[in-house]
């Protein structure tokens, strides 16, 4: 797949052609169609394994990686969270004293708390 001024010429190894995408949102679909002419093929028939240039890759992998780091995070946090929060309990802090020191309403302490 190559990418010029005017959109993407995308190789389909298929059917030894090649198609033409004006964006990245149309490739697998015109990658699809053209294999369907050449094949006589559905589309349901038709499972494509698309190969991104090395740069859209890399990239991708440092988005999906960010991503997972994200959801680690925020797991984390959800769970220093509760456990600060049932210790500042312990400590005899009220729902709405806990809200305050860490910045969130007293409801929101209180599910928090429940769940």
Not at 20 to 34: G, H, P, W, Y
Not at 71 to 78: H, V
Not at 102 to 109: E, K
Request: aromatic fraction near 4%; charge should be negative.
């Amino acid at each position: 797949m190559n990418s010029d001024a005017h959109g993407w010429a995308l190789e389909v190894p298929a059917v030894d052609r090649v198609a033409f995408a004006r964006n990245i949102r149309d490739v697998a679909e015109k990658s699809t169609d053209l294999i369907c002419a050449v094949t006589g093929l559905g589309a349901a028939d038709i499972a494509l394994d698309i190969t991104w240039p090395l740069p859209i890759m890399e990239t991708l992998h440092r988005i999906d990686e960010a991503r997972r780091h994200r959801r680690r995070a925020q797991a984390n946090e959800a769970e220093t969270l509760r456990d600060g929060i049932r210790q500042l309990r312990e400590c005899g802090a009220s729902y709405r004293d806990v809200g305050a020191l860490v910045g969130l309403s007293h409801q929101r302490i209180h599910q928090l708390s429940e769940g």
